[in-house]
């Protein structure tokens, strides 16, 4: 096996998955080689991450170990293209090891080996192999499906083959979102597929972070009085996970955010609150309520027909959400020592969501930066100083979604920053009057761009308005006629025809 001789884990940990899938092929469970090879598997799981995740994914044609690039040696390059080959039959993206991995028994291992070879055989394999997973308890790895196949089972696929643009993959899986939160509120106990549609819905989110967090900070402003504890659950899945991602969270990390975000307020959905109360819990009171939904929450996950490991971590967002950085808050407790990560990017996401919704009674109406400046004031006691830096960094001191009025006065919504210097210069795109009440879009413009007016920009902001003055949804303006490419994209795509 001199081929196995290799340093860097990664690549150790797709070798000896290359030799135990091979070797259980012509062995029986209890072979010496076999036995060996998963021996050496679970050491590599437990020496990539130790105590924590161990994730091997796919993209762009390459595998990524941990959310790096592995980078590939001249004697490693066939057994990595062949199990890059192996993945791709499978329809996977890749495997995420959870820590108790490290510690699966034998038996265990070899089961999960030989389901993963199995399933090449079906017609939906990773659908199957998820399912066998679930079937068999193999509650410590899990799968990620190929970006075209999760598409499809997020809803987020246009079932005709076609490529989506970002904004129409944004929309469809917001709506999405919200649809299988409604699915899952009230039915906790057997809400299993409720559970793997939101580890899917996760994927995409997360995707969507990585590639056009502005157009998912747009989305998350999106506001629905009918729908508010959905809407907002979310929305605030959208803005932790930028915020997350901002924070240096590994994928794996972001998707269990992405999760336990979709789940904070699982206390507050449908009529779970409602029945909790009709079995006597006593207090009706705003504090007894905020109190009441975090313990609800906690309740609910813990009944959720969800893996373990998966369950223990979603429940610190809802346990957390309403504590504040220095442990005041709800619930009143003296178990919590320090705030999760997961806890402080949930609060910061959660507040910062609720101050500029223009919902509740009476009315919040923070424009966004105000509600930004505020929490500001915050830092070091209700949010994390640290977490709250990268906050303003991921929003600049516009956040997008803010309606602004400028210097020329016009007015227009803050899309995206071009500028990682500029955190106050915003692309914006302009509001144009239909002539019937509302506004269609205008021009889309780079505040930042000084281009014809010697140093000083030619529009400023000089104020911004609350979405409610003028009765429109912001998140409108991203999704509107679906265009193909992003509006920051479209900027930075002009200014590049022109240097060129
Ligand atoms: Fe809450
Ligand atoms: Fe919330």
Known sequence: MSYLKTDHPGEKLIKWLYYVTSSVRIHQDNNQLVRDGVAQLKACIGELSPGGDAAIQIWRGR?????????????????????LEYFSRRGLGGLCFLPQAASAPHESVVAFIRLLNECAKREDASGWLDLQLEKHGLSWVEIYRKPDESREGTGA????????????????AYFHAIDTLKASSGQSAGAMGGIRKAR??????????????????????????????????????FIASCLGRRAGLSRVSLEHLAVCALYHDLGRLGNIEETFLAEG??????????????????????????????RSRIVFGAFEHHLNCDLSGSPRTHYVRELSLVGKILR?????????????????????????????????????????KYFVSVMGIYPIGTIVELSTGETGIVMD????????????????????????????????????????PERTITRTVHFSELGIQPSDFFQQGLQ??????EIREAQADQSS
């Open 200 to 237: 899917r819905l996760a994927q995409t989110i997360v995707d969507m972070a990585r590639s056009d967090s502005a157009l998912l900070l747009g989305m998350a402003t999106r506001q629905d009085a009918d729908n508010r504890t959905y809407v907002h659950s979310v929305n605030v899945a």
């Open 484 to 489: 193909a490419v992003s509006p920051a994209s």
């Open 348 to 388: 910061i996401a959660d507040v910062y969501e609720t101050l500029t919704s223009g919902q509740g009674n009476p009315p919040l109406a923070f424009t966004p930066d105000e509600a930004l400046r505020l929490m500001w004031t915050e830092r070091g006691k209700s949010f994390d100083p640290l977490l709250m």
């Open 417 to 456: 920053y071009l500028s990682e210097a500029d955190r106050d210069l915003p692309c914006v795109m302009l509001l144009k009057d239909d002539g019937q009440g509302g506004f269609t879009r205008g021009e889309k413009l780079d505040l930042s761009s000084r281009e014809g007016t010697g140093c000083a």
């Open 63 to 83: 595998f990524h170990i941990q959310g790096e690039k592995l980078v590939y040696r001249r004697d490693t390059f066939a057994v990595i293209n062949e199990m």
């Open 281 to 310: 819990a006593a207090g009706k009171g705003e504090q007894d309520r905020m109190e009441r939904h975090s313990l609800i929450g906690v309740k609910e996950i813990l009944k959720l027909n969800a893996p373990q490991p998966l």
């Open 157 to 172: 696929g246009t079932g005709q083959g076609q490529e989506m643009s970002p904004e129409e993959k944004a929309q469809k």
